[in-house]
């Protein structure tokens, strides 16, 4: 059964630092690990990583996965409240139908 | 371009009562997959659509069902409902099945309260 473990679960820093957020599976035949941000509502698309993309770098938002060792940080400087929301990380087995296995989020808290 | 659309929005049931949920996804998009989020066990997938025959489904009893149009709209649907089923109801669309590395995008979401 595919695993996604993230860590750690709530972090609470102040504006202008740097957060990395944790991210390691387990999943038979991977295709791709994706990162989402959700606020309120629907989680919103941050990054896609797969075998032939293993870094990304969006503004202050970037993220790398290392398929060896199974696992992937999201990483974001100089943090902004708007920054605050759940960092959700989702993996995707080949083969099969289009569906995410998540992990339980990392609940970020900017603080101004 | 439109994104994701899910209706209700919100919704509130008693327990034993049936519901029906709707989605319509991306123009072009022609998967759609549909995900449960409680606070217990974070977001589940339940099932995804794609040309109306469902391609894949999760760990759910068969109270929940769903179902996908030739315009690519999909409805799920849960009958008997039981208090646990109180949940933030996603769905997402992506463009084609399974071999390409195509993100899926989702919409608003259907809170449904069982009380």
């Known amino acids: 059964e595919d695993k996604v473990v993230q860590s750690p679960l709530s972090l609470v820093v102040h504006e202008g630092d740097t957060v990395t957020l944790n991210c390691s599976y387990e999943v038979t035949n991977f295709r791709s690990l994706l990162w989402y941000k959700q606020e309120k509502k629907a989680p919103t698309f941050l990054f896609m990583l797969t075998s032939s993309g293993i870094e990304k770098k969006s503004g202050r938002l970037s993220s790398i996965l290392d398929k060896k060792e199974l696992f992937s940080i999201l990483n974001i400087t100089a943090t902004q409240t708007g920054d605050s929301a759940v960092y959700l990380c989702a993996v995707e087995a080949s083969g099969s139908a289009r569906q995410l296995t998540f992990g339980s989020g990392t609940q970020l808290t900017v603080l101004p | 371009k439109a994104g994701v659309t899910q209706t209700p929005r919100y919704l509130i049931k008693t327990r034993g009562q049936q519901v029906t949920l709707s989605c319509s996804p991306i123009?072009?998009?022609?998967?759609v997959s549909w995900y449960q989020q409680t606070p217990g066990q974070g977001l589940q997938f339940l099932f995804e659509?794609?040309?109306?025959?469902?391609?894949n489904k999760g760990n759910f009893p068969g109270r929940f069902s769903g179902r996908q149009f030739s315009n690519s709209r999909s409805e799920m649907n849960v009958s008997t409902l039981e208090l646990g089923d109180s949940a933030l109801y996603l769905c997402a669309s992506s463009k084609r099945y399974a071999r390409d590395q195509e993100t899926q995008y989702f919409g608003p979401g259907t809170r449904l309260l069982v009380l």
């Open positions: 123009s072009g998009h022609r998967s």
């Open positions: 659509y794609f040309s109306e025959t469902q391609r």
